[in-house]
């Protein structure tokens, strides 16, 4: 079974960091992207970014570029998504999701189950 | 602003058919693809490409595209129908991705 499990949900402080993870399993890890998708309460689907574990080959949305990183341990097969320095608008759900793509259309699927992400002070 | 369009919500009685609409440029050279939503739930992918169905997803639900509309139908809504269903696909200003903004689907 193709899996994706997320880390268990935080709460920290502005100014924090964070790192969370993603672990994929059942399939070959190097040879699909990853991508990380934000949800803020009561809101859409908002993507992020995407990491192709295979090279580290990654790449942003312009509305998440310089706030967030994304990379991979091929290794582990997980994928990390990371913050230097919490807002309290970060404050959301966060999902990876394996993703394939061609010239014509593309996926994510499966989803992770999601990590939530509070911050407050 | 997302750069996929989607009406915020649609109704269907139940049994009926309803179509979830997503429009966009760069749907005139890509196929959407689209997930539904349960509350507290984490999405599902329900059709991709021109119109497959993952494993697992009733035979109700079927895709189509004509110009830069791409269109969701679901053939005999069901009660468990009802969610939020979104639609993504290339981003015409060139990023990889976007996600529509979301239909929130009643089933009366």
């Known amino acids: 079974e193709v899996q994706l499990v997320q880390s268990g949900a935080e709460v920290k402080k502005p100014g924090e960091s964070l790192k969370i993870s993603c672990k994929g399993s059942?399939?070959?890890?190097?040879?699909?992207?990853i991508g990380w998708v934000r949800q803020m309460p009561g809101k859409g689907l908002e993507w992020m970014g995407i990491?192709?574990?295979?090279?580290?080959?990654?790449r942003y949305s312009p509305s998440f570029q310089g706030q967030v990183t994304i990379s991979a341990d091929k290794s582990i097969s997980t994928a990390y998504l990371q913050w230097s320095s919490l807002k309290a608008s970060d404050t959301a759900m966060y999902y990876c999701?394996?993703?394939?793509?061609?010239?014509?259309?593309?996926?994510?699927?499966?989803w992770g189950q999601g990590t939530l992400v509070t911050v407050s002070s | 602003s997302s750069e996929l369009t989607q009406d915020p919500a649609v109704s269907v009685a139940l049994g009926q058919t309803v179509r979830i609409t997503c429009q966009g440029d760069?749907?005139?050279?890509?196929?959407a693809s689209w997930y539904q939503q349960k509350p507290g739930q984490a999405p599902v992918l329900v059709i991709y490409?021109?119109?497959n169905r993952p494993s697992g997803i009733p035979d109700r639900f079927s895709g189509s595209s004509s110009g830069n509309t791409a269109s969701l139908t679901i053939t005999g809504a069901q009660a468990e129908d009802e969610a939020d269903y979104y639609c993504n696909s290339r981003d015409s200003s060139g990023n990889p991705w976007v996600f529509g903004g979301g239909t929130k689907l009643t089933v009366l």
């Open positions: 490409g021109k119109n």
């Open positions: 059942g399939y070959s890890f190097t040879s699909y992207w």
């Open positions: 990491i192709y574990p295979g090279d580290s080959d990654t």
């Open positions: 760069s749907l005139r050279s890509y196929y």
């Open positions: 999701a394996r993703s394939y793509s061609s010239s014509w259309y593309n996926w994510f699927d499966p």
